[in-house]
T-cell receptor
Framework: GAVVSQHPSRVICKSGTSVKIECRSL??????MFWYRQFPKQSLMLMATSNEGSKATYEQGVEKDKFLINHASLTLSTLTVTSAHPEDSSFYICSARDLREGRYEQYFGPGTRLTVT | LAKTTQPISMDSYEGQEVNITCSHN???????ITWYQQFPSQGPRFIIQ?????VTNEVASLFIPADRKSSTLSLPRVSLSDTAVYYCLVGDAWGTGTASKLTFGTGTRLQVTL
């Protein structure tokens, strides 16, 4: 199946700093990517929809100024957690849809573990 | 967006067939049903997807009744390595952008033992 990668796989940062997480579709182009957050033993929560060449659409309750999303190309979306705080520590997962003819699957990256100290 | 309901957890012995049922009463005409598997600290992995009737691949089968208000993921002869959380999602496969976003429910935590 299609492959989605994330970098870094884990990151530790100090409170107040910003962290950038990259999401790439490796063998297909994705006009739309999605960012999720998952706390321990909980389900994935959709944060935002990232659209190539336009502004991201954020879910209710997600601060767009804190979680900056940039979908710079058809294979890359980035999530920047600005002025991170310990409560932002979580597992961040991106996904992308493979819209090649006959395909409707959505593929997920391996996730990025963010720890804010 | 169609909401899904699944059992919170299930237990099985190795070698048994496991059936996980998901209800999605307000599924829309354009919605596909997709099942994902997630291990701890990993992203969800695509298992199977279907629109109606039955779909089978090398790892699972998906049964969808005519009214499409529910679906059943069938895992034949589970092993210890199938211990994971299984999510049922419905979404607009033809849509793009926000129309195609998938919302996760609570999922079913499957525990397989010897």
């Amino acid at each position: 199946g299609a492959v989605v990668s994330q970098h870094p796989s884990r990151v530790i940062c100090k409170s107040g700093t910003s962290v950038k997480i990259e999401c790439r579709s490796l063998d297909f182009q994705a006009t739309t990517m999605f960012w999720y957050r998952q706390f321990p033993k909980q389900s994935l929560m959709l944060m935002a929809t990232s659209n190539e060449g336009s502004k991201a659409t954020y879910e209710q309750g997600v601060e767009k100024d804190k979680f900056l999303i940039n979908h710079a190309s058809l294979t890359l979306s980035t999530l920047t957690v600005t002025s991170a705080h310990p409560e932002d520590s979580s597992f961040y997962i991106c996904s992308a849809r493979d819209l090649r003819e006959g395909r409707y699957e959505q593929y997920f990256g391996p996730g990025t573990r963010l720890t804010v100290t | 967006l169609a909401k899904t309901t699944q059992p919170i957890s299930m237990d099985s012995y190795e070698g048994q067939e496991v059936n996980i049922t998901c209800s999605h009463n307000n599924i829309a005409t354009n919605d596909y049903i997709t099942w994902y598997q997630q291990f701890p600290s990993q992203g969800p992995r695509f298992i199977i997807q279907g629109y109606k009737t039955k779909v089978t691949n090398e790892v699972a089968s998906l049964f969808i009744p005519a009214d499409r208000k529910s679906s059943t993921l069938s895992l034949p002869r589970v092993s210890l390595s199938d211990t994971a959380v299984y999510y049922c999602l419905v979404g607009d496969a033809w849509g793009t952008g926000t129309a195609s976003k998938l919302t996760f429910g609570t999922g079913t935590r499957l525990q397989v033992t010897l």
